[in-house]
């Protein structure tokens, strides 16, 4: 890996970008965005037991969903929702890009979601994503299209976070604790690596980017480091022609020097 380093003062220098799970141009996005930003270490928000479950069942998962697309009339083969599945079954775009970026620059990336949710969802695709039933009964449901969609999130992200916190929803999870422990111990790992090597860039949905006054998302846990916030939109600020730089929610701000423990 890189040679550690760590920002002026003592503080991690962290830059949270928030995207939107499945979006069919994230990979690129991604990729624009880090060759850009050049971190030394870059998290994700994925578990090591979904990076390594999904590697081992890719091939099954895929050949399951080909059978039950078959099943399908043809017109319903590229509804919207089978779209959705079929990236929801696909390696995530962000720990995609996240190891494209560390082979090309020889450093490191971090999956640091924790592993319960994973371990009891993953197992179920076969039994009940993929399963033919379950493929026709979502084509049965209003089409649309997969960008649009993908488009409209990410504006409702950029509204939503640039809300003051009284004004918000609660976090990704409500107020449930399984939820709040994720949030903390995502935060916790993210700050362990960005306090030896800096600036770190975490990929993950945009929900956690959220401030909502209390300790309930990444966001207000690593709130004392005055992270980043960054969207992965396509919006072109000007850098140059046909490169995609995100929308900015949070400018970057002085550091008056770090005091107390780390998050978590």
């Known amino acids: 890996?890189?040679?550690?380093?760590?920002?002026?003062?003592?503080?991690?220098?962290?830059?949270?970008?928030?995207?939107?799970?499945?979006?069919?141009?994230?990979?690129?996005?991604?990729?624009?965005?880090?060759?850009?930003?050049?971190?030394?270490?870059?998290?994700?928000?994925?578990?090591?037991?979904?990076?390594?479950?999904?590697?081992?069942?890719?091939?099954?998962?895929?050949?399951?969903?080909?059978?039950?697309?078959?099943?399908?009339?043809?017109?319903?083969?590229?509804?919207?929702?089978?779209?959705?599945?079929?990236?929801?079954?696909?390696?995530?775009?962000?720990?995609r890009a996240a190891v494209e970026y560390a082979r090309r620059c020889r450093l490191t990336w971090q999956a640091v979601d924790i592993n319960a949710l994973a371990r009891e969802h993953l197992p179920r695709y076969r039994s009940e994503l993929l399963q033919p039933e379950n493929l026709r009964h979502l084509t049965a449901?209003?089409?649309?299209?997969?960008?649009?969609?993908?488009r409209r999130e990410y504006e409702r992200a950029a509204r939503l976070l640039r809300l003051p916190a009284a004004l918000l929803p609660l976090g990704p999870g409500g107020t449930a604790p399984q939820q709040t422990l994720r949030e903390k111990v995502m935060a916790a790992r993210i700050t362990r690596?960005?306090?030896?090597?800096?600036?770190?860039?975490?990929?993950?949905?945009?929900?956690?980017?959220?401030?909502?006054?209390?300790?309930?998302?990444?966001?207000?846990?690593?709130?004392?480091?005055?992270?980043?916030?960054?969207?992965?939109?396509s919006?072109?600020?000007?850098?140059?022609?046909?490169r995609r730089i995100p929308e900015m929610i949070d400018p970057p701000t002085p550091w008056p020097g770090a005091a107390g423990s780390a998050a978590g």
């Open 1 to 95: 890996m890189g040679r550690p380093e760590t920002a002026p003062n003592g503080r991690p220098e962290i830059i949270l970008v928030g995207v939107v799970h499945r979006d069919p141009q994230g990979f690129d996005k991604a990729m624009d965005l880090l060759a850009e930003l050049r971190p030394l270490v870059v998290s994700v928000e994925i578990s090591p037991f979904s990076w390594h479950w999904r590697r081992r069942w890719q091939a099954r998962w895929q050949a399951q969903f080909q059978a039950g697309l078959a099943t399908l009339p043809p017109a319903r083969r590229r509804h919207v929702a089978v779209q959705q599945v079929a990236a929801q079954i696909a390696l995530p775009f962000e720990a």
């Open 141 to 150: 449901t209003p089409d649309g299209d997969l960008p649009t969609l993908v």
């Open 193 to 233: 690596l960005a306090r030896r090597w800096s600036p770190l860039v975490h990929l993950g949905g945009w929900e956690h980017l959220v401030y909502t006054g209390e300790f309930l998302t990444l966001a207000d846990f690593l709130a004392r480091w005055q992270p980043q916030r960054l969207l992965l939109t």
């Open 235 to 242: 919006r072109c600020q000007g850098l140059g022609v046909g």
